[in-house]
């Protein structure tokens, strides 16, 4: 059962080149997010999406585009690389009603990405 | 809009002992759930308590409890008999419960050390 997968886990890129953060999951959730942990704070939400087609943005959404062709993966993309975009990424999924649900919130295990 | 407030970056425990971290936010939403999520240093986040709003009974989960006060809007998490794997970053982290706003608000995190 492999849950939520994350590919890379670790990148770096330098400033101005472009990358996709892949996130797949295997469980058939609807609601999918994307979040960035920088140093010393707490996750922020910058994409989310509530079923294959639909997609909205969240508090941070500025320097990325997502898409949601399939239900089971949503990669997130960055295509202008920034330092300030130097972050953990981490990518969520749960199945009804988003994160309100009683059923369990599954976290996919981040991707490292450094701007330099 | 939500706000969640974790206002210890940093608290230790000796190996054994109850230790509390507290977290206060604002909404003016009337049902909401709250959440204390882990991250160990393997950068995982893992769900360790959820308690809904209307619930007024304090939710428990084995060594970890939570203390809810929804007057005071405080929502403290309580770890008994700690162990050296409860080392980790614990995020507080509330969303609505109803409507089309999917997104969890994530308090900037405490960073829990459990000493031998």
């Known amino acids: 059962n492999a849950g939520v997968t994350q590919t890379p886990k670790f990148r770096i890129l330098k400033i101005g080149q472009s990358m996709t953060l892949q996130c797949a999951q295997d469980?058939?959730?609807?609601?999918m997010y994307w979040y960035r942990q920088d140093p010393g704070m707490g996750l922020k939400l910058i994409y989310y999406?509530?079923?294959?087609?639909?997609?909205d943005k969240g508090e941070v959404p500025n320097g990325y585009n997502v898409s949601r062709s399939t239900t089971e993966d949503f990669p997130l993309r960055l295509e202008l690389a920034a330092p300030s975009q130097t972050s953990v990424y981490f990518c969520?999924?749960?199945?009804?009603?988003?994160?309100?649900?009683?059923?369990?919130?599954?976290f996919g295990d981040g991707t490292r990405l450094s701007i330099l | 809009a939500q706000t969640v407030t974790q206002s210890q970056p940093e608290m230790s425990v000796q190996e054994a002992e109850t230790v509390t971290l507290s977290c206060t936010y604002d909404?003016?939403?009337?049902?909401?759930?709250l959440f204390w999520y882990k991250q160990p240093p393997s950068r995982q986040m893992i769900l360790v308590i959820r308690?809904?709003?209307?619930?007024?009974q304090n939710a428990t989960e084995n060594r970890f409890s939570v203390n809810f006060q929804k007057a005071a809007k405080s929502f403290s998490l309580k770890i008994s008999d700690s162990q050296l794997g409860d080392t980790a970053m614990y995020f507080c982290?509330?969303?609505?419960?109803?409507?089309?706003?999917?997104?969890?608000?994530f308090g900037k995190g405490t960073l829990l050390t459990v000493n031998p």
């Open positions: 969520a999924s749960t199945a009804d009603r988003g994160m309100r649900s009683n059923q369990p919130q599954h």
């Open positions: 308690q809904e709003a209307y619930k007024q």
């Open positions: 469980m058939n959730h609807n609601y």
């Open positions: 999406s509530v079923g294959a087609g639909i997609t």
């Open positions: 982290a509330f969303i609505p419960a109803r409507g089309s706003n999917y997104k969890l608000t």
């Open positions: 909404t003016s939403e009337s049902n909401y759930y």
